[in-house]
Structures are given as C-alpha cells and as structure tokens.
C-alpha cells in the first residue's frame, strides 16, 4: 500500500496538474487510488468539478460531485488565500489537529494507493499556530516537491528541500514544472538543482497547453518511483 504527499515550494507552479498525472499513471499500472485535497482555498462551488478537488477525483476515475468531493476536501474556502486567513473571510477556523485526524483516519483505511495533495506551499499556515509542514509530518508519507522554473525557484526549491530534510521527511522527487514565459531555460534549472539537491531525483516537466491531459513521460516516470 502506498501513500504519497504531494506538496510545493509555493502556490500555482502545477501541484494539481501533476497529482493528476500521478494518479492516472498509478491507474495505468493497475492500482486503485484514492485522493484527498483535505484542505482547498480559492473553491468555486459553482465550479465544483474544475476545483482542485474535482479534478483529482475525476483522475481516480470516480464522479466528481457533492458526495465525493466533501469526503475528499471537507476544509473548502472560496477566498484563493492561505487556509487560515481564507478561513477567517468567512467567520470560520481551522483545527489542524481534525485536518491531522482525517487524514490519518483516511490513510488508515485505505484500500492500496492514496495521493494526498497539500494547499499552497509547504508552509502555508493552516491555523494561527500550524502549517502544512505540519500536517506533513503527521501523516509521514513520502513527498513529491512540486517548484516552478521561474527566477529564483532554485532558492526557493533548496529552501524547502532543507525545511523537509530537518523535519525527516523523505522527498521522492522534485518536480520542476515549467513556468510561463519564464526567461530561466527549464534544463539549467533542473541541472542546477540536481547539483545541490544531492541524492534526490529531479524531474523535468515541459509547459503543456492548460487544456492538456495529465500525460507524460516524466509523470510516468514519477509513478515508477511511489
């Protein structure tokens, strides 16, 4: 049985769209997986099938609605902020101790694989006391690091690869996910990153077209490793 977290260096460099790709090549390799995106800001409810939690749903090959995406991602906001501060636009709260406890309850019951993905970046609070880091260590599952290729990733992905270190989370890979129009070549970055980042794969992701499906080699390649 396998359980993977997948997180990043920060918000909007492609966590969704390669948690999708894992999930569809753990399929094609004939495991049944399960997803959970337990925490989820910037939720449309009028576009519930689109959200983050929607489409990792629909990647599981299960329907996205009411039922399942609530079972997958009870902590929703529609402000796209950090949990807490989202939560706080709408007189709510966060315990990270129940966001803790569902997920442990979940990765307990569950039947073969699970693909847990993180909201924002590995730092992002949850409440006024903890953060995603947190929950990570909690559950204690290996991570995909998700970075971007923009000006200054490199920083920012060490950064974070350090944090995980010190708090003895083991990092599968990094995933460099191409950034737009970023004016740093996605080989110089992921090279650079393979010098510093010793003993940890990193993988490349070329931009696709946003209609794109979740495929490709590198994603393939990611699954192998789980």
Same mark, same amino acid.
């Given at each position: 049985?396998?359980?993977?977290?997948?997180?990043?260096?920060?918000?909007?460099?492609?966590?969704?769209?390669?948690?999708?790709?894992?999930?569809?090549?753990?399929?094609?390799?004939?495991?049944?997986?399960?997803?959970?995106?337990?925490?989820?800001?910037?939720?449309?409810?009028?576009?519930?099938?689109?959200?983050?939690?929607?489409?990792?749903?629909?990647?599981?090959?299960?329907?996205?609605?009411?039922?399942?995406?609530?079972?997958?991602?009870?902590?929703?906001?529609?402000?796209?902020? +950090?949990?807490?501060?989202?939560?706080?636009?709408?007189?709510?709260?966060?315990?990270?101790?129940? %966001?803790?406890?569902?997920?442990?309850?979940?990765?307990?019951?569950?039947?073969?694989?699970?693909?847990?993905?993180? %909201?924002?970046?590995?730092?992002? #609070?949850?409440?006024?006391?903890?953060? %995603?880091?947190?929950?990570?260590?909690?559950?204690?599952?290996?991570?995909?690091?998700?970075?971007? +290729?923009?000006?200054?990733?490199? +920083?920012?992905?060490?950064?974070?690869?350090?944090?995980?270190?010190?708090?003895?989370?083991?990092?599968?890979?990094?995933?460099?996910?191409?950034?737009?129009?970023?004016?740093?070549?996605?080989?110089?970055?992921?090279?650079?990153?393979?010098?510093?980042?010793?003993?940890?794969?990193?993988?490349?992701?070329?931009?696709?077209? #946003?209609?794109?499906?979740?495929?490709?080699?590198?994603?393939?390649?990611?699954?192998?490793?789980?």
């Amino acid at each position: 049985m396998t359980v993977v977290f997948v997180s990043a260096t920060g918000t909007e460099v492609g966590k969704t769209f390669v948690s999708r790709g894992l999930i569809r090549a753990l399929k094609t390799k004939g495991r049944t997986v399960e997803a959970l995106k337990p925490v989820q800001s910037g939720y449309d409810p009028r576009e519930a099938e689109g959200s983050d939690a929607g489409l990792l749903i629909a990647a599981t090959g299960a329907e996205p609605n009411e039922e399942t995406i609530a079972a997958a991602a009870p902590w929703r906001f529609e402000a796209p902020l +950090s949990p807490h501060l989202a939560a706080r636009r709408e007189n709510r709260s966060i315990d990270a101790d129940a %966001v803790i406890a569902f997920c442990r309850d979940r990765v307990a019951k569950k039947q073969d694989a699970m693909v847990i993905e993180g %909201v924002g970046g590995i730092m992002a #609070p949850l409440d006024e006391t903890r953060t %995603v880091l947190d929950l990570m260590v909690a559950v204690g599952a290996p991570v995909v690091l998700v970075a971007g +290729s923009y000006l200054g990733t490199i +920083s920012h992905t060490l950064t974070a690869l350090d944090v995980l270190a010190r708090r003895g989370l083991g990092v599968l890979a990094v995933v460099v996910s191409q950034t737009a129009d970023s004016s740093i070549p996605l080989d110089e970055t992921a090279s650079t990153l393979t010098t510093f980042a010793k003993g940890v794969p990193v993988l490349k992701l070329p931009r696709l077209p #946003p209609e794109s499906a979740p495929e490709h080699p590198v994603l393939d390649r990611l699954a192998a490793m789980v």
